[in-house]
Structures are given as structure tokens and as C-alpha cells.
């Protein structure tokens, strides 16, 4: 089916674009003026520790909503700004998060302050170096572009963490 001959959609109203870029940015942590990806993060870590002390449905519904909201947030908040992957969005680091702690959210993984600072750094490491296909992905358009590379981040941050973890013998049921 041919898209071309349908309508362009109408443009979002101006309240909603700016909840939308308030939500993007981490409710405004995206704009400090240095790393704000890793200030951002910070929030990811939240959204996990609230996760692990959900049941397990919300832990579900919630890690879903996050990411597939990720798409249109990024994208919507990366128009209004005027930039492909602005540095202010950093909605894509808090969505990763729940990826990068599988493990812990799962209770195969402790989730203390060794496991939060081990999987933050891991994740920062591969959100900032952009290992295949992470820097491949980030070409797709809109909000895709902007979400792949963190969730290859995340997947990276996982499977390292989880490694790290086993082989320093902390990898057991905590629940």
C-alpha cells in the first residue's frame, strides 16, 4: 500500500509537546549542562528499585510501557528541540534500565548498592562507546534512532553485569 498519498498528521498542541520534552528530558535533568545522560541514568536506577519492589505484573507493564512510550516521546521531544538525538533526551537512558537489570528485577541478581554502581557504569560505558550495532542503529529515524542505541546499551550492561556477577559468585535466587 502506497503511504504517499495520505495526509500528513496534524501537529501535536503546544502543551502536549512540552509534556513531552518534560518527560524526555527526564523532568529537566537532560538539560545540566555536562553529561546529562549520566545525570539522567540516575532516574533509571529509581525506576529499577521501584520495579524490584513491584509485583511482578507491574514490573512487566511498566518496563513495556516505558520503552514502547520511549518511540514517540524521543522522537516528539527531538522535533520540538530541532535536533536529530538531542543531548537533553535522556528518556532513552531511563527506559534501557530495566533492561540492564533483568537480572535483578527477575531476583536472580541482588540488587544492593555493588549491583547498582556495577550495571550504571557498565551502561554509561556502552552508551558512551556505541559498540555494533549500537552506532548502526542509532541512524534509524525519529525516536528509533534515539532508543536502539541505549537498549543495545542496556542488553551490553546486562550480559556484562550478569558475567561480573557470576563469576564473583553473587548470581543466586534472592527471592
Keep these: 500500500m502506497d503511504n504517499s498519498a495520505r495526509p500528513p498528521l496534524p501537529p501535536l498542541p503546544r502543551g502536549l509537546r512540552g509534556l513531552t ?10 538539560f545540566v ?4 545522560g549520566t545525570f539522567g541514568s540516575l532516574w533509571g536506577l529509581l525506576l529499577v528499585w521501584g520495579l524490584i519492589h513491584s509485583p511482578p505484573i507491574a514490573q512487566i507493564g511498566v518496563s513495556l510501557l516505558v520503552l514502547l512510550a520511549g518511540v514517540p516521546i524521543c522522537g516528539i521531544a527531538a522535533k520540538s528541540l530541532g535536533v536529530k538525538d538531542p543531548g537533553a533526551v535522556v528518556w532513552d537512558e531511563i527506559a534501557a534500565f530495566p533492561i540492564v537489570f533483568f537480572a535483578a528485577i527477575g531476583g536472580w541478581l541482588p540488587f544492593d548498592w555493588m549491583t547498582a554502581a556495577m550495571g550504571f557504569l557498565f551502561f554509561r560505558l556502552f552508551d558512551i562507546t556505541k559498540p555494533w550495532p549500537a552506532r548502526r542503529l542509532e541512524r534509524l529515524p525519529g525516536g528509533w534512532g534515539i532508543m536502539a542505541d541505549d537498549l543495545i546499551a542496556g542488553a551490553y550492561a546486562s550480559a556484562t553485569l550478569v558475567a561480573v556477577a557470576w563469576s564473583l559468585g553473587s548470581l543466586a535466587a534472592t527471592r
Excluded at 520534552?21 to 537532560?30: D, K, M, P, Q, R
Excluded at 549542562?33 to 546529562?36: D, E, I, L, V
Design 33 to 36: 549542562p555536562w553529561a546529562p
Design 21 to 30: 520534552t518534560i518527560l524526555a528530558t527526564g523532568f529537566g535533568v537532560g
